[in-house]
């Protein structure tokens, strides 16, 4: 499937024209994931909001993190013939004198509609390293229903591991979604996807207040 192209690493050619047309929120840590191989570090994504703040073209941004010294340690395992092109071009226009104006010959393969400068880079970026105030939960309260589901979700999940794993689903215990003894979750713990879609859950919240 074409989603799973984009969420999983491995040797598979990686869909660039995909990744590039991802939303706002996705881009950076879908980036860092399938070049890198992990979740963004604090540093590289602030500077990679910036850059992308101030109008650099996303391609050129995922050119620049292919070029880096993790991107090219993982061009194996990660690999991608469009993107080794224009890697190329990027390392010829780099050495031309012209200033920015060289950048123009690097062409964007972004979907026309994606305007990066208008969506706030830096804000988002800082949100997703630590969320803000307003990001919190409304309420002690909400903060600890969210944790209970998250604990008895993933306690249902594990009976069934063990389910499948014994041959049977007949056996396996009985549970609602109550309040279990499992530690809650950390959000800095949590992959990307999931720490992305619960933060933009508690800012509506937040919003509906």
């Not at 993190?65 to 990027?90: F, H, M, W």
Request: proline share 8%; charged share 25%.
């Amino acid at each position: 499937m074409k989603a799973q192209s984009i969420t999983k690493r491995g040797r598979a050619e990686i869909n660039l024209h995909q990744i590039l047309a991802l939303p706002h929120e996705e881009f950076l840590p879908q980036v860092f994931y399938m070049l890198i191989g992990r979740d963004p570090d604090p540093v590289g994504l602030l500077h990679y909001a910036s850059r992308l703040q101030k109008k650099i073209s996303r391609t050129q941004v995922v050119v620049e993190i292919r070029n880096s010294a993790e991107g090219k340690e993982q061009s194996s395992v990660a690999p991608c013939r469009k993107l080794d092109i224009l890697t190329r071009r990027y390392l010829f226009l780099k050495r031309l004198p012209l200033g920015n104006l060289r950048w123009r010959f690097l062409p964007r393969l972004e979907p026309s509609y994606m305007k990066d400068d208008v969506f706030p880079w830096i804000e988002w970026a800082s949100n997703y390293i630590r969320p803000t105030p307003a990001q919190a939960p409304v309420s002690d309260e909400l903060d600890r229903q969210v944790k209970e589901l998250q604990a008895a979700v993933e306690h249902l999940r594990t009976d069934l591991a063990r389910g499948v794993a014994a041959g049977s689903l007949e056996h396996t215990e009985q549970h609602d979604l109550r309040p279990c003894n499992m530690p809650p979750l950390v959000l800095e713990q949590l992959p990307y996807g999931a720490r992305s879609i619960y933060l933009q859950i508690l800012r509506r919240v937040a919003a509906d207040a």
